[in-house]
């Protein structure tokens, strides 16, 4: 059996996660979203983190109830975990079901976020677009939800995250091509969502745009995170002044 965590249970997994390297980890135990779930209430020994279609494990992989947490997922799970023993059990009660695949970790410093370079990319926005921040019209903007569904869709509505998220849009034309916002938020900064629309890609949008919400983060004291799905998100990442740091393996769980 397992039971979802309320708030006296999220401060007994801090340590269970400390291990982890991930904001978004942080934006759940530090009380911003997402939901967690454990097999003991008193004294959980296994448990899942879920922002999203983030999911996260730690504690006991073979605790009771670690099988059930294993199949207590979102649509469209990406899982991850930090053991080789949680990696062999996730394998194993999902042999049939599972893909393996490696997503980009970056150093978490803000001195490699330098703001002269910064502005300068964010600068170079051809004419014919316009770059705004995103504000409740264009948080409802059809092409802005069409580019991306995880753009907002942590938050409990789109006042949410206009209240406690970030975001930046390009748009051409009065149609939002590219944008970059807060996918979650923690204590000292983001999480960064950044899509462009497929017509308008290679044109440097998606650089400028993240370069903006980079900008802003900044000038407030916060950090944005990025972690990368992919080579292109590599290279995006390192032209903005983000540093490599390592490769880290991820399932997708056909649910």
Same mark, same amino acid.
């Given at each position: 059996?397992?039971?979802?965590?309320?708030?006296?249970?999220?401060?007994? *997994?801090?340590?269970?996660?400390?291990?982890?390297?991930?904001?978004?980890? *942080?934006?759940? *135990?530090?009380g911003?979203m997402?939901?967690?779930?454990?097999?003991?209430?008193?004294?959980?020994?296994?448990?899942?983190?879920?922002v999203?279609?983030?999911?996260?494990?730690? #504690?006991?992989?073979?605790?009771? #109830?670690?099988?059930?947490?294993?199949?207590?997922?979102?649509?469209?799970?990406?899982?991850?975990? @930090?053991?080789?023993?949680?990696?062999?059990?996730i394998? $194993?009660?999902?042999?049939?079901?599972?893909?393996?695949?490696?997503?980009?970790?970056?150093?978490?410093?803000?001195?490699?976020?330098?703001?002269?370079?910064?502005? $300068?990319?964010a600068? @170079?926005?051809?004419?014919? +677009?316009?770059? @705004?921040?995103?504000?409740?019209?264009?948080?409802?903007?059809?092409?802005?939800?069409?580019?991306s569904?995880?753009?907002?869709?942590?938050?409990?509505?789109?006042?949410?995250?206009?209240?406690?998220?970030?975001? +930046?849009?390009?748009?051409?034309?009065? @149609?939002?091509?590219?944008?970059?916002?807060?996918?979650?938020?923690?204590?000292?900064?983001?999480?960064?969502?950044?899509?462009?629309?497929?017509?308008?890609?290679?044109? #440097?949008?998606?650089?400028?745009?993240?370069?903006a919400?980079?900008?802003?983060?900044?000038h407030?004291? $916060?950090?944005?995170?990025?972690?990368?799905?992919?080579?292109?998100?590599?290279h995006?990442a390192?032209? *903005?002044? +983000?540093?490599?740091?390592?490769?880290?393996?991820?399932?997708?769980?056909?649910v």
């Open positions: 059996m397992i039971f979802e965590a309320d708030q006296h249970v999220r401060e007994k *997994l801090v340590p269970m996660f400390a291990k982890f390297d991930s904001t978004i980890v *942080l934006s759940y *135990l530090q911003h997402g939901k967690a779930w454990v097999n003991n209430v008193e004294t959980p020994t296994v448990a899942q983190i879920t999203g279609i983030f999911v996260f494990y730690a #504690g006991d992989p073979y605790a009771e #109830g670690a099988e059930q947490l294993l199949h207590n997922l979102p649509e469209f799970p990406l899982v991850i975990v @930090q053991s080789t023993e949680w990696k062999e059990r394998e $194993k009660v999902h042999k049939d079901s599972f893909e393996k695949f490696q997503r980009y970790r970056f150093s978490k410093n803000r001195e490699h976020l330098q703001r002269t370079h910064l502005e $300068k990319i600068s @170079q926005l051809p004419k014919e +677009y316009k770059m @705004q921040k995103v504000d409740k019209k264009v948080a409802e903007d059809p092409t802005f939800q069409e580019l569904e995880d753009f907002v869709s942590q938050f409990e509505s789109i006042d949410d995250f206009i209240n406690r998220g970030v975001g +930046y849009a390009i748009s051409h034309d009065d @149609q939002v091509v590219s944008a970059a916002t807060s996918y979650s938020i923690y204590n000292d900064g983001i999480e960064i969502e950044v899509a462009t629309h497929p017509n308008f890609r290679k044109k #440097g949008l998606a650089t400028i745009v993240a370069a919400i980079i900008l802003d983060c900044l407030r004291g $916060k950090y944005a995170s990025w972690d990368g799905a992919n080579e292109e998100s590599i995006l390192e032209k *903005l002044g +983000y540093i490599f740091k390592e490769r880290y393996d991820t399932y997708y769980i056909n």
